[in-house]
């Protein structure tokens, strides 16, 4: 939990003290009240799960901790400080509040913990003054109030000067507690091991009362501004005391086994530890040293969280704000955030039970150490050259356990887990929608998702493996300069690459590479990527600049796809009318041929896409070799949500005397493709010296959204238009050329 640390003493401090602090944390409360209780309810092989599922949660928690403190100075604020520079401060401060809620209740867990040492002397005063019940709140609330008044006065000096007594105390009893010795140990066999009561509390309840007895190993934390070394100290004293605490409570857990009874273990209205060891009053001495030790601690570390949370400005009233950061003395103590965590604390300890308590500081120590795992985590993969920490923990130890902190939070009680996480969503929006400050979690995702992104195209492109006809999709580049003013080309693109095709949406800017273009082109990219956004497309967009339609057209032919595999399709746009635009890119097809791309060319027409239904593909024996590339963009298209209630119609414009012939290929096209193509909308039809295919589009396909036809080498090679005009009365019009054999996606 938190430590007794001290803000203001010189660099003197080395990892023993790291250890002592956390080491008396640890062997605190938990121990001494509610040990023997787990093995009473769970048994000692239960208790060792407890145990062993705890250190699950808490060394890959160390251990993220070590790394993240290693890389940079833990200032006021402790764990807040790790979290919010790492996480951004919005994230932080989410997180943040509820370590301080975690760190402020955990004053008041330790300060009724402390009233549980008072029932060895409650007889005799109940004797002296002649009375009856005797409620620990009388002892606890006084004893709030003078630690209060206590830390008020001395400040963080009272955390250092407090602990060599503390740890002489804690071990000594414990000491005393080893070697004791009980009737009910001369019993004792292994069978004994397995014993509890006959209706024990489940286990993860169990598991969330005992929990805090784990966490304070992060409490050297708080030392970090007084060590001499602090990449040093904090991995090695922190993970040290972990692990010694872990093997102290395995082998208390045994010693309790053996030497008590599963009833008496459960008695909780006294302390089975003191009928154990050699000198019972030791035991209630050890309990008052170490919950005073730990109450101060946390009375020093949570004003401190709450004032780093108020410099941050994370309160939505200024005000509040001020009150919280104001300081006193050369070493700004936090008087006023000390006083608003008295408040907090006084209510918990008001409530009076340890058991709620500790539930309660379970859950917020959970999201806490689950985040700082899941930082861990992000980091390691984040490839941030500024992160640079002298100790390195494992991804996937840290992965581990930001995921068993979640789960556990669920399993323990899934209403006060929700409780714990929406806090600190609710806490998130908040902060978000006041502050202008955006950093934080999506830029170190976003460098994840980079470094992830890299990876894997560079496994692809080592892979060599040259995409089969049997698995071809699109990996589509599209050059516009008209990206502002018709909309065509961009939602073709976000059709193409939904689900089964990828794109690069390049802008072409018309012009030399200067000052002025470059700022152009970052305006026209912002306006891509809103646009993006808007329509929810899954393509990429960039801008180019570029002198000339020819040297930007050599430009893109030549950069990586996306998708990790090379690009091989190239489309382009002209509205109808444009000959002068036609001509440009039908000028520099040597270029895509060059490059083995696929052409395609999309004629926007003044009705544009229509009511995205009808989709018509055109087949003729001129253009055969592009049959399975129009079939295949057919069937793409209407994979998209937009086309959902679309359909295709094919028709083939054929000789009359292959009529027949070319219709029985096209039906064995559209079963071995498993094509979204009824029989009914498959059509042939004859064409003559009087009719020509041209006539049969204007005809059939007046009414459709999108016509999608081959277009031959041939009429790709020549500068002449012709093969595109002559479909005025038609809508939009894909021509698309194939220069390679694609398999129709069987």
């Known amino acids: 939990?938190?430590?007794?640390?001290?803000?203001?003493?010189?660099?003197?401090?080395?990892?023993?003290?790291?250890?002592?602090?956390?080491?008396?944390?640890?062997?605190?409360?938990?121990?001494?009240?509610?040990?023997?209780?787990?093995?009473?309810?769970?048994?000692?092989?239960?208790?060792?799960?407890?145990?062993?599922?705890?250190?699950?949660?808490?060394?890959?928690?160390?251990?993220?901790?070590?790394?993240?403190?290693?890389?940079?100075?833990?200032?006021?604020?402790?764990?807040?400080?790790?979290?919010?520079?790492?996480?951004?401060?919005?994230?932080?401060?989410?997180?943040?509040?509820?370590?301080?809620?975690?760190?402020?209740?955990?004053?008041?867990?330790?300060?009724?913990?402390?009233?549980?040492?008072?029932?060895?002397?409650?007889?005799?005063?109940?004797?002296?003054?002649?009375?009856?019940?005797?409620?620990?709140?009388?002892?606890?609330?006084?004893?709030?109030?003078?630690?209060?008044?206590?830390?008020?006065?001395?400040?963080?000096?009272?955390?250092?000067?407090?602990?060599?007594?503390?740890?002489?105390?804690?071990?000594?009893?414990?000491?005393?507690?080893?070697?004791?010795?009980?009737?009910?140990?001369?019993?004792?066999?292994?069978?004994?091991?397995?014993?509890?009561?006959?209706?024990?509390?489940?286990?993860?309840?169990?598991?969330?009362?005992?929990?805090?007895?784990?966490?304070?190993?992060?409490?050297?934390?708080?030392?970090?501004?007084?060590?001499?070394?602090?990449?040093?100290?904090?991995?090695?004293?922190?993970?040290?005391?972990?692990?010694?605490?872990?093997?102290?409570?395995?082998?208390?857990?045994?010693?309790?086994?053996?030497?008590?009874?599963?009833?008496?273990?459960?008695?909780?209205?006294?302390?089975?530890?003191?009928?154990?060891?050699?000198?019972?009053?030791?035991?209630?001495?050890?309990?008052?040293?170490?919950?005073?030790?730990?109450?101060?601690?946390?009375?020093?570390?949570?004003?401190?969280?709450?004032?780093?949370?108020?410099?941050?400005?994370?309160?939505?009233?200024?005000?509040?704000?001020?009150?919280?950061?104001?300081?006193?003395?050369?070493?700004?103590?936090?008087?006023?955030?000390?006083?608003?965590?008295?408040?907090?604390?006084?209510?918990?300890?008001?409530?009076?039970?340890?058991?709620?308590?500790?539930?309660?500081?379970?859950?917020?120590?959970?999201?806490?150490?689950?985040?700082?795992?899941?930082?861990?985590f992000f980091q390691h993969f984040s490839g941030d050259p500024a992160y640079r920490p002298s100790f390195r923990s494992k991804w996937y130890v840290s992965l581990l356990g930001g995921i068993v902190c979640f789960f556990l939070m669920f399993k323990m009680n899934a209403v006060y887990a929700f409780l714990a996480i929406s806090i600190m969503v609710i806490n998130y929006f908040a902060i978000t929608f006041t502050s202008s400050r955006k950093e934080g979690l999506a830029f170190m995702v976003q460098n994840v998702i980079s470094q992830f992104a890299r990876r894997i195209m560079i496994f692809l492109q080592k892979a060599e493996k040259e995409q089969s006809t049997e698995n071809w999709r699109p990996s589509v580049i599209c050059l516009s300069q008209d990206s502002f003013k018709n909309l065509s080309n961009f939602n073709l693109m976000k059709w193409i690459a939904d689900k089964y095709g990828f794109g690069t949406y390049i802008h072409l800017i018309d012009g030399y590479f200067s000052t002025e273009t470059q700022s152009m082109a970052k305006k026209d990219l912002r306006r891509l990527i809103k646009m993006t956004n808007v329509a929810n497309s899954n393509f990429y967009v960039d801008t180019l600049i570029s002198p000339s339609f020819t040297s930007a057209?050599?430009?893109?032919?030549?950069?990586?796809?996306?998708?990790?595999?090379?690009?091989?399709?190239?489309?382009?746009?002209?509205?109808?009318?444009?000959?002068?635009?036609?001509?440009?890119?039908?000028?520099?097809?040597?270029?895509?041929?060059?490059?083995?791309?696929?052409?395609?060319?999309?004629?926007?027409?003044?009705?544009?896409?229509?009511?995205q239904k009808d989709i018509h593909i055109w087949m003729s024996p001129y253009d055969l070799e592009n049959a399975n590339l129009t079939v295949i963009l057919g069937y793409i298209l209407l994979g998209h949500n937009d086309w959902k209630n679309g359909q295709i119609k094919v028709f083939a414009a054929f000789p009359e005397d292959e009529l027949m012939a070319q219709k029985a290929e096209l039906d064995k096209l559209i079963v071995s493709g498993r094509l979204p193509v009824s029989k009914n909308n498959l059509l042939v039809y004859p064409v003559d010296d009087e009719v020509s295919k041209k006539d049969l589009v204007n005809k059939h396909s007046a009414e459709a959204d999108l016509v999608i036809m081959g277009i031959g080498e041939n009429h790709l090679k020549q500068t002449n238009t012709d093969a595109f005009t002559g479909y005025e009365g038609v809508g939009n019009i894909l021509f698309a050329h194939s220069n390679r054999a694609k398999k129709s996606l069987s």
């Open 553 to 611: 057209i050599a430009q893109i032919v030549q950069l990586p796809g996306i998708s990790g595999q090379d690009n091989n399709m190239i489309l382009f746009d002209y509205v109808e009318g444009d000959e002068a635009g036609l001509s440009q890119i039908l000028e520099n097809y040597g270029l895509l041929k060059a490059a083995n791309f696929d052409t395609c060319i999309l004629k926007i027409a003044e009705r544009d896409f229509g009511f």
């Open 1 to 376: 939990m938190s430590g007794v640390a001290s803000v203001s003493s010189p660099k003197k401090f080395g990892t023993i003290h790291v250890f002592l602090t956390a080491i008396s944390t640890i062997l605190g409360a938990v121990l001494f009240l509610r040990f023997g209780w787990a093995v009473g309810n769970v048994g000692f092989w239960g208790t060792i799960g407890i145990v062993l599922l705890g250190h699950l949660v808490t060394i890959p928690t160390a251990l993220a901790l070590a790394e993240i403190a290693t890389n940079q100075k833990v200032e006021g604020g402790g764990e807040y400080y790790i979290i919010s520079r790492s996480f951004g401060v919005n994230i932080g401060a989410a997180i943040g509040f509820a370590l301080y809620l975690s760190q402020a209740i955990s004053v008041a867990f330790y300060i009724v913990a402390f009233g549980e040492a008072f029932g060895i002397v409650k007889p005799y005063i109940q004797e002296y003054f002649n009375i009856g019940y005797i409620d620990n709140r009388f002892f606890t609330v006084p004893a709030l109030l003078v630690l209060i008044a206590i830390i008020l006065a001395k400040g963080a000096n009272v955390g250092m000067k407090a602990l060599y007594v503390v740890i002489a105390i804690l071990f000594a009893s414990l000491a005393i507690f080893f070697i004791g010795h009980t009737p009910y140990s001369e019993g004792f066999t292994s069978e004994f091991l397995q014993r509890h009561i006959d209706s024990p509390h489940s286990f993860f309840y169990v598991f969330a009362i005992v929990f805090p007895a784990f966490t304070g190993m992060t409490a050297g934390v708080g030392l970090s501004g007084d060590l001499k070394d602090p990449s040093k100290s904090i991995p090695f004293g922190t993970l040290l005391a972990t692990l010694v605490g872990m093997g102290i409570y395995i082998i208390i857990a045994f010693r309790m086994a053996k030497m008590a009874s599963p009833n008496e273990l459960v008695d909780t209205t006294s302390l089975v530890m003191s009928k154990i060891a050699a000198w019972g009053p030791i035991i209630p001495m050890g309990l008052a040293a170490a919950t005073i030790s730990s109450a101060i601690g946390s009375l020093l570390v949570a004003p401190r969280t709450l004032q780093a949370l108020a410099k941050d400005r994370i309160f939505m009233a200024k005000p509040i704000n001020n009150f919280l950061t104001k300081g006193v003395g050369q070493q700004n103590e936090p008087r006023n955030a000390t006083l608003a965590t008295a408040v907090l604390a006084l209510v918990f300890v008001l409530i009076g039970d340890v058991d709620f308590v500790a539930e309660i500081i379970s859950m917020f120590f959970m999201v806490t150490y689950g985040s700082l795992c899941l930082i861990s």
